[in-house]
Nanobody, 114 residues
Framework: QVRLVESGGGLVQPGGSLRLSCAASGSILSDNPMGWYRQAPGNEREYIAGLGTRGTTYYDDSVKGRFTISRDNAKNTLFLQMNSLKPEDSAVYYC??????WGWGKGTLVTVSS
C-alpha cells in the first residue's frame, strides 16, 4: 500500500514563499508521473502541477510562473516550491500520482493571509 506524507505547509503572508515536500516509501515517486493537487474549502480537489518520469512538467494557469515542481530521486521526495503566494492559494495540498492517483495522504495546509 502506498503511503504519501506531505509536509511544509503553514501560514504565510501574501507575496511569501513556502516549499512543500512529499515523502513516500520505496522508489515510487521517481518511477511514476507525480503531481501536486490542492483543495480549498468548498471546492473540489484540483490538479495544479505535474512532473513526468522524464522530467516534463505541467502547471495550471493559476500557478504558472510562481510554483515549481521538482523531485529528488535519491531521497525519494517530491517538492513544490511556491513563490509569490496569494490568498487564493490557501488550501490543503496533496501529492499523488497523475493520472490515476493512489489513496490520498492527509495533505498539508497552506494559509496565505496577512
Amino acid at each position: 500500500q502506498v503511503r504519501l506524507v506531505e509536509s511544509g505547509g503553514g501560514l504565510v503572508q501574501p507575496g511569501g514563499s513556502l516549499r512543500l515536500s512529499c515523502a513516500a516509501s520505496g522508489s515510487i515517486l521517481s518511477d511514476n508521473p507525480m503531481g501536486w493537487y490542492r483543495q480549498a474549502p468548498g471546492n473540489e480537489r484540483e490538479y495544479i502541477a505535474g512532473l513526468g518520469t522524464r522530467g516534463t512538467t505541467y502547471y495550471d494557469d493559476s500557478v504558472k510562473g510562481r510554483f515549481t515542481i521538482s523531485r529528488d530521486n535519491a531521497k525519494n521526495t517530491l517538492f513544490l516550491q511556491m513563490n509569490s503566494l496569494k490568498p487564493e492559494d490557501s488550501a490543503v495540498y496533496y501529492c499523488n500520482k497523475y493520472p490515476f492517483p493512489w489513496g490520498w495522504g492527509k495533505g498539508t495546509l497552506v494559509t496565505v493571509s496577512s
